[in-house]
């Protein structure tokens, strides 16, 4: 797998617990996480492939999985209390910063740019005043928790909500040119942190016009 494909494909994994992930860790948390295992060792397998492309592929999955896992941690069980979501998120930063320059450095690099991204998606709620009201919206039932979510979309649109995000926004782009320049790893990292970025967009987008799209109800 050659770098443009490694860097496509850490864009459409950042994509997948958007459409995969939020559905099923909602409706069976417990076989959500148990899912790992499975995934870890099929990526462990890939990676030790004589195919020099399968194997990275393998390297790159093996970063997923701990973001996969992570999510489910905190989806499945602790989703009630946002102020749990990054230390949960972030379980896997110590192996991940030592592994940068090592066997490893592809898995972690996507697992860095995930969770770079998801800090900033974090702090950006924080600021705007939305994570004040995000337990507020996954205990509603659907009905209500479209109209929350509808309501807070177009409070974070109002104009010092809407500068913050911008300028958060801003500060993330910066950081995806940095990081593109910075070599293999650093691409990994950029791809999956614009990714995040356009997810976001994305969400918030869903949340205006059609809130089911959103994967939290």
Do not use: N
């Amino acid at each position: 797998m050659g770098l443009s494909s490694l860097t496509l494909a850490s864009g459409l994994l950042v994509t997948l617990p958007v459409f995969l992930q939020a559905p099923w860790v909602r409706l069976a948390p417990f076989s959500a996480a148990v899912f790992t295992a499975p995934l870890l060792a099929l990526a462990l397998l890939l990676s030790r492939h004589r195919d020099p492309r399968l194997a990275r592929a393998g390297e790159l999955l093996v970063g997923f999985c701990g973001s996969w896992l992570g999510g489910c941690l905190f989806w499945g069980w602790f989703r009630l209390h946002p102020l749990w979501h990054l230390p949960i998120e972030a379980f896997a930063l110590p192996l991940a910063l030592t592994g940068l320059r090592g066997r490893w450095k592809l898995a972690c690099s996507f697992y860095l740019g995930s969770l770079l991204g998801t800090s900033a998606t974090d702090a950006a709620m924080a600021a705007t005043g939305v994570m004040a009201s995000w337990p507020q919206v996954l205990s509603a039932s659907p009905p209500e928790a479209s109209l929350l979510l509808q309501s807070l979309a177009r409070q974070v649109l109002s104009p010092l909500p809407l500068t913050l995000v911008i300028s958060f926004a801003a500060a993330l782009i910066q950081a995806c040119r940095w990081l593109w320049r910075r070599g293999e790893a650093g691409r990994i990292c950029s791809a999956a942190l614009a990714t995040t970025l356009a997810v976001d967009g994305l969400f918030l987008l869903a949340a205006l016009g059609a809130p089911v799209l959103t994967g939290l109800i």
